[in-house]
Every structure is written in C-alpha cells, then in structure tokens.
C-alpha cells in the first residue's frame, strides 16, 4: 500500500536528515512531491564523509534544501522556525548508540534532550500539523515479557541513551497537552539496511569478514534481536505522518507505535545471513554482555497495524543480502569505512 502522492505545498523538516533513518525518509517525501528542508549538525560521531555522500544524494534532488544547524542551538533554531512555516516535522536527529552512552553522556543531553526542547519550541510557536519522532526499542529495558507492547511499564531504562529516549515520548506528551501538538513517537527496533551506521552490528560484522578479522558476538550468542529493514520503517514513518492523532477527552494527541519486524531472530543466525551473502565463514570471538544491552527485543506491532495497515515485514536474508550489496559498492576498494 503506497501513500497518496503530496502536493508540491507539503512543507516538511527533517531533523537528522544527512543520517542513516533521516536520508531514506527525505528520499521517500521527496518521491511524494513533498518540500523538504533536512537540518543535521554533521557530527563526527561515526565516519564524516558517509553523512556528505548520503546528503549529497538529496541536494541534488529537486525540493530539498539543507540547514547546517545544531538542535541544541537555540537561536538558530527559533531562527528556522521564524522563517521557515512548517506544516509537519519528522524529528529523526539523535545521539544514538547504547554504548556509546556509558561513557559519552553529556552527548545525550545536548542532542537527545537540549534538541528536543528546542524542537518543541519550534513546534508549539509555529502550530505544526503533525510532529512524528523517533523513540526507541530501548525503553522497554530489560523486560523478559515478550511481545514488547506500547502499555509495558517503561521507566526502567538500563543505559542513559534508553533513558533519554523515555524522556523524550513525556516531553512530548506534555507538550501535546499543554499546548495541543498532535505527536506520534515511534519507538524502533533494531534498524538495518543501505547507508547504515558504522557503529551497528551489521556493519562491523561486514567489515570485519571481508578483513579477515573476528567477529565480536556477545552474550556468547544468545540474544535476539526484532532487526527491521530501514524501508519498512520508511513506510511506517510516512504513513503514519499523514495520519495524525486527535485529542480524546482528557487524552492528549499524543501517541508511541512500536516499529518492527515483530519476528525477532536470534544473533547466531543473523551471523549466518551475513556469512551466506557473503559467501565467507566468520571467525568469532564469544563475549559476555555489554553493559547497558539487553538480551532480546520483539515488538508487538498491533496498534501500528491498526493505524496503517498491513506493516512490511522484509525478511532477513534479503535486507541482509541488500546492506551488503551496497557495502560492496560504496567500498569497493578499501572495504571499510574510514576513520
């Protein structure tokens, strides 16, 4: 089922746009005749020149245009408000990484929770018809209740990323109730596929095997993992940005979905995929759990199915097959990622 092409009115920002989830999303308003003005800080997290290459891809396409700007600076953004009249926001822009936390956190409250008040300002002053933001699979913790559902109880975040997420979906929900922003907080799982991140599993797998190096696998295998392709979560995000939700009573318009694949796989078999589209056997290293991970993810997509529809479910052998055909033809000579 495809969205309803836009008119060329459809004036759309999204934040993290130079990003692995915020590239694809632009790439798919733009198919839908929407204008988009992308806003990323371009920072050195991961690899600079993966973020050039995915953002040169949408400066070229008609209707996009590019602000250089940090979510945390507040200037700049009541600036790009002010001038720029939005009719709807996809805020995709984060310090991601659950790691990455443990050890970088004030990285998480400038971005994840200064950038989302800004936005939020942005936001209620402009009178935005629908803000839909990425939340995240993290929020559920360490629950061993499985399926994950929307109503699970949520406030025991096991890393600070996790945490910074939760905090997120209550800013927006009382920011919907005070000053009446229909919000929609998608709470993803496990995201893969082309122009994804160095620092994500599939990616250091691949990198690792076509180098001859181990394979780091931790919780000696034993965890699963609801991997979803990054198109399916594209169609989640466009589809869910035309339907926003209404105020109920004493309910806010505020909403969280989850957004996954809803078939979790266990990591030894994600191993095997990777191994078999690349046609060679890892060497691995077994490990115990990191810290601030969890052992298994699987979301429960009902409500999503409810809001839009039939959710596509792409397997793992292909989305699989698909990053690493692309790995190939973006380093086609050193392959790897440079520092």
Known sequence: MKEQTSGPERRVLVTGAAGFIGSHVAHRLLDMGA????LDSLNNY??????QDRLARLTAREGFRFAHLDLADREGMARLFKAEPFDEVV????????RYSVDHPMAYVDSNMAGMMTLLE????????????ASSSSVYGASNTMPLSEDKVTDRPVSLYAASKKANELMVHSYSHLFGI???GLRLFTVYGPWGRPDMAIFKFVRAILAGESIQVYNHGQMRRDFTY???????VVRVLSRPPVASGKEPAHRVLNV??????????????????LGTEAIKEMLPMQQGDVPETWADVTALKALIGDVPGTPIEEGVKR?????RTYYPRTGSPGE
Do not use: T
């Not at 805020?91 to 659950?98: D, I, K, T, Y």
């Not at 996954?260 to 589209?277: K, T």
């Open 35 to 38: 204008d988009v003005l992308g």
């Open 46 to 51: 991961y690899d600079l020149q993966l973020k």
């Open 91 to 98: 805020h995709l822009a984060a310090q991601a990484g659950v």
């Open 122 to 133: 942005g936001c209620r002053h402009q009178g935005v018809k629908h803000l839909v933001y």
């Open 182 to 184: 229909p919000s929609s």
């Open 230 to 236: 990054v198109d399916d979560v594209v169609d989640a």
């Open 260 to 277: 996954g694949n809803s078939s979790p796989v266990m990591l030894m078999r994600f191993v095997e995929c990777i191994e078999a589209a």
């Open 323 to 327: 990053f690493v055909e692309w790995y």
